[in-house]
């Protein structure tokens, strides 16, 4: 299951423009992450969701909160980001 923007909860994201979209392809990366960009809170949580076979709508909401709510600061980069939700939430990956 993929995570889509309608399951978010959060109404205060930035979106950015459509044809900037591929931009959020592939792998977590160095780029510096925005917690209020929808489009990379969703990459995010779509990355956690491709290492789960039975990945759920309830997982990807706790993973935006806990992004929301809960994400250290010196957390800076897309992969740091993942690294901290694998590493300190491990029930997301690999089920």
Known sequence: ????????????????NETSLSAYNGSPSRRLFDRFNGDQVLFIINSLASQSEKFTLEEGRDIEQLIIN???????SEI???NWLSNSHPQFVGK
């Not at 299951?1 to 950015?16: G, P, T």
């Not at 809960?70 to 800076?76: D, F, S």
């Open 70 to 76: 809960q994400l250290p600061l010196e957390t800076k």
């Open 80 to 82: 740091s980001v993942f």
């Open 1 to 16: 299951m993929f995570f889509a923007k309608e399951s978010l909860q959060c109404e205060h994201y930035n979106w950015v």
